[in-house]
């Protein structure tokens, strides 16, 4: 229902509509109502709203498998350890001197050192992180955003943002559960692609009524269900670009101080805008740093580039929320498709790795200020108990409030147990 696919021309079969066609009706939509509309208000979160204990998760997803063996589970004085070294944290666990202003907030977050899964394919691993399952022709999962949407929603009645929101990079697909949890991707900044033009409210009413009857007539001929998604569609997409709530994306209203606290860049206002959207009730956001696929010279990449840029929004968000009384209703996952090959490349780069590495999470009542599971000496193999995505889905579930005996059913009819039936990592709960 909120995907905006305007660059995109392959087709949603499962769904019967292009997604070119959908695109046109958005920006159509947009194009009735746009400027017309009085949206100059600000955004105002009210006390008794964030006492709801409206639970939400921010997925930040490092694109192309980041090297945890360098930022969070290091091997100092190893052949495999690379030259960065550890320091102290709020926590009980040593992360990279890289990762300064983080270190202050890992009290907050636990540091999963034990993951050992199976897809080391940027494709394949990138599907099964998402969702749970490994890719199958015969099915289609639902990713993380699309399941939590689908739990949470009915918490959040008066919701007029789209409830999944990927911010700077496309997520996966919301699976059997339908167009109704696709994700909306927009910029870090907040825009989304032709909604900007405006029309008089005279031409929108017409158009709109006009518009309906059509969709009306199309669904009296009994076409199946797109055809009743196709009009929610529009419904919904005239509720978002009516309401207040839209206010939340506009991170150019905040203050200068905050958008230099969390880093001028992609990311880093990435992140402000999922701050902004949690606090406005949408319950999943995924915001994208991609460029870890370091297959050569990972050390400088890291250094100069992708370890400030995380370490600054990171921790930015992670204070944040806890400042404003967020963070205990809100799950933030750190995590990329896999990790990288202990040992080090000729390139003085490392390859994919999946047979041991780390994820990050923290919020929604999840126990921080630890390291759960290990590595042995080389970072090699993982030497306790290992956990793979469905353990880390069914965590997450849990710490939502998302009971893990829910079952969907595919299209085909097939039972579906929540996260792929994975097991609890009992360490993030006190």
Not at 117 to 126: L, Q
């Amino acid at each position: 229902m909120w995907t905006n696919w305007a660059n995109q021309r392959q087709f949603v079969t499962p769904h019967g509509m292009s997604r070119r066609h959908f695109a046109t009706h958005l920006a159509g939509a947009a194009t009735m109502l746009g400027a017309s509309l009085s949206l100059g208000h600000s955004l105002r979160v009210h006390a008794d709203t964030l006492k709801q204990n409206r639970k939400s998760c921010i997925l930040l997803w490092m694109g192309g498998g980041p090297s945890s063996i360098d930022i969070w589970d290091l091997k100092p004085g190893t052949d495999n350890g690379g030259p960065f070294r550890t320091i102290a944290t709020s926590g009980d666990a040593q992360i990279s001197e890289h990762m300064p202003l983080m270190a202050k907030q890992m009290h907050h977050m636990s540091i999963v050192r034990s993951m050992s899964t199976r897809e080391a394919d940027h494709n394949r691993g990138r599907y099964y992180m998402h969702t749970g399952y490994v890719p199958d022709a015969s099915i289609d999962y639902p990713s993380y955003g699309a399941v939590i949407s689908h739990q949470l929603l009915s918490q959040r009645p008066d919701l007029q943002i789209p409830p999944f929101i990927a911010v700077g990079g496309a997520s996966e697909g919301p699976g059997f559960l339908g167009m109704a949890y696709s994700p909306f991707n927009v910029t870090s900044n907040g825009r989304v692609r032709n909604l900007e033009a405006s029309i008089g409210n005279e031409r929108l009413m017409q158009r709109k009524i006009a518009l309906s009857m059509i969709e009306d007539s199309f669904i009296g001929q009994r076409r199946g269900n797109s055809a009743i998604e196709h009009k929610k569609i529009l419904e919904k997409t005239y509720d978002f670009l009516g309401s207040q709530q839209r206010e939340a994306f506009k991170v150019e209203s905040e203050p200068e101080e905050m958008k230099e606290m969390y880093g001028k860049n992609g990311f880093g206002q990435g992140c402000l805008l999922a701050r902004r959207l949690v606090e406005a009730g949408a319950p999943f956001v995924e915001v994208d740093l991609g460029g870890w696929d370091n297959h050569d010279g990972i050390f400088q990449t890291l250094q100069r580039d992708r370890l400030p840029t995380l370490d600054k929004a990171m921790a930015a968000l992670t204070e944040d929320l806890n400042q404003r009384g967020l963070l205990e209703d809100t799950v933030i996952v750190w995590m990329g498709e896999f990790g990288r090959t202990p040992r080090i490349n000729a390139g003085a780069g490392r390859d994919h790795f999946a047979r041991a590495w780390s994820v990050v999470v923290g919020g929604g009542g999840i126990k921080g200020g630890q390291a759960v599971g290990s590595t042995s000496e080389d970072g090699m193999e993982v030497v306790t108990e290992p956990y793979s995505s469905e353990d880390l889905m069914a965590s997450v579930c849990k710490a939502l409030g998302i009971s893990l005996e829910t079952t969907f059913t595919s299209r085909s009819g097939r039972p579906m147990k929540i996260a792929n039936s994975g097991k609890l990592i009992k360490e993030l709960f006190s």
